[in-house]
């Protein structure tokens, strides 16, 4: 039990980092680590001005190492230990029947068993076709033979796939490090009073987000390992087939052929880092720069306007008649039918766009933006409805909000004759500005996962909405 425990301590001083296994080619890079040859000269693959080390994360501007002699005659030694231990285990092997003491001379072909002539005639095998125990080692042997080959190659490509998630982890640490040290650290100190905390929170964010990824990371590459240890176990089994005894052999058939029936790589881990950066309200940011760099084109959706809505020639003016419109007719499940509403021509999937509502003196009116699917037949307003994010003002003095939830607005310090709409699909949120003072009225925070389109409300007073003229249009996908 001493030899046994002290060999498996030597076996894991002389076991490569990268491969795990024993050090073929030893050789030892600068910071004193040591590693296959084969193995190393794999991490470092299509590096080219950074060498880092895979056990300390040291890097170095050249690809250097050189051979070790010394550990390579341990492992050698360690080797020479492993093969003693094999022989004197095959030499304790009895090989007899432990329940009649009886020579295992049978193999039975159903159950691949190793049996002796008592057990034959159980109950059990007595008809199950049996072979002699040479004949069926003998084609085992072949059937063995034909899995070491498949069992090279896929040790080959589990390294192969081991030493790039390596890489990965190097990639992940530069990649948080420039979020951290960089792309958020350096815009947030432009404004460090005003966002002190919001800075701090997300750091956090990106910390917490790192670590989750690395755990994962680290989870995938332990069953990668555990992987290649199973595929290595089950080729040494095969390639040692020529040096155990018959019966050694058929007694680890079964087992080895359920691992090989079993056998399962991994499922391949992927990771995509969001996109952090700063997010400010656009009067901090700059909201004439928002206007002119994603301002569109919106007018209205004739298709979804209620049947009294009058809809001017250019599509961009509207406001309630006491008459049902003529053009009105066609039948339309957008079409809204009891609520005097409409809809925009053009939905948004991506980007970031602004667009502007002239309101005027309106004593009610709701803008926002809505999915496709919400119905038409609204007998009133929702105060709140899934797929639904707007304000309105619905009193002489009263700003509600509407969609996921009702809240009641603060009264503007200027009463808005304009709203501005800025809609950041990516980031999920949606914003409206007070024109009159460029003040910001509210924001939806929310996760959109398909397709909005503007949604304008006149309600029943004959005041008309009026989306502005563009500014400048600056690409926004639909």
């Keep these: 039990m001493a030899f046994s425990t002290a060999l498996a301590d030597l076996q894991d001083k002389c076991a490569c980092f990268l491969c ?8 030892t890079i600068p910071c004193g680590h040591n590693f296959c040859r084969s193995c190393i000269c794999l991490f470092w693959k299509g590096l080219n001005d950074s060498f880092p080390c895979p056990v300390c994360q040291i890097s170095f501007p050249q690809r250097r190492f050189h051979k ?3 550990i390579q005659n341990l492992v050698d030694i360690t080797k020479d230990l492993q093969r003693t231990q094999r022989k004197h285990r095959r030499q304790e092997e009895c090989a007899v029947c432990q329940k009649h003491n009886q020579p295992l001379a049978l193999f039975c072909v159903q159950d691949l068993e190793v049996l002796c002539i008592q057990c034959s005639f159980s109950k059990e095998h007595r008809t199950h076709y049996t072979w002699a125990v040479k004949r069926a ?20 490509v589990t390294e192969k796939v081991l030493s790039q998630q390596h890489r990965r982890a190097l990639e992940l640490r530069k990649k948080f490090r420039y979020y951290k040290n960089k792309e958020i650290s350096v815009e947030f100190e432009q404004v460090k009073l005003f966002l002190q905390n919001e800075h701090e929170a997300l750091v956090n964010k990106i910390r917490i987000e790192e670590l989750v990824a690395l755990s994962e990371l680290k989870k995938y590459v332990g069953a990668l390992s555990d992987h290649i240890s199973t595929l290595e176990d089950l080729l040494k089994k095969a390639e040692a087939k020529d040096v155990q005894s018959d019966v050694t052999l058929l007694t680890c ?18 990771f995509r880092a969001k996109q952090y950066g700063l997010s400010l309200p656009p009067q901090y940011s700059g909201l004439d720069r928002i206007i002119k760099q ?9 298709d979804t306007a209620h049947p009294q809505l009058v809809i001017s020639k250019d599509r961009k003016s509207v406001f309630y008649g006491e008459a049902r419109q003529e053009g009105c007719v066609s039948v339309s499940p957008r079409r809204f039918c009891l609520w005097p509403a409409l809809l ?10 602004y667009w502007e509502v002239k309101v005027g003196n309106k004593p009610m009116w709701t803008l926002g933006v809505c999915q496709d699917c ?5 007998s009133n307003q929702p ?29 503007p310090v200027v009463q808005p004759s304009a709203i501005g709409i800025f809609l950041d699909y990516e980031l999920g949120e949606l914003s409206f500005f007070n024109m009159n003072d460029r003040s910001l009225l509210y924001t939806f925070s929310n996760s959109f996962t398909s397709p909005i389109w503007p949604y304008f409300c006149t309600e029943t007073d004959s005041e008309p909405l009026k989306i502005s003229g563009i500014v400048q249009t600056k690409g926004l996908s639909s």
């Design 383 to 411: 105060l709140v409805a899934e797929g639904f994010w707007a304000i309105g003002r619905h009193s002489e003095r009263g700003y509600v909000t509407y969609g996921p939830k009702r809240t009641e607005l603060l009264l």
């Design 344 to 353: 925009g021509c053009q939905g948004f999937h991506s980007g970031r766009c």
């Design 68 to 70: 070790n002699t010394q």
């Design 20 to 27: 795990f296994d024993l050090f073929k080619n030893a050789v």
């Design 137 to 156: 080692a003998s084609r085992h042997r072949r059937i063995l033979e034909g899995h070491i080959e498949p069992l090279q190659y896929k040790v080959k």
């Design 253 to 270: 058939v079964p087992r080895t052929y359920h691992s090989l029936k079993h056998l399962r790589r991994p499922e391949p881990w992927s």
């Design 374 to 378: 919400l119905p038409g037949d609204w």
């Design 294 to 302: 994603f301002q569109i084109d919106v007018t209205f959706d004739l």
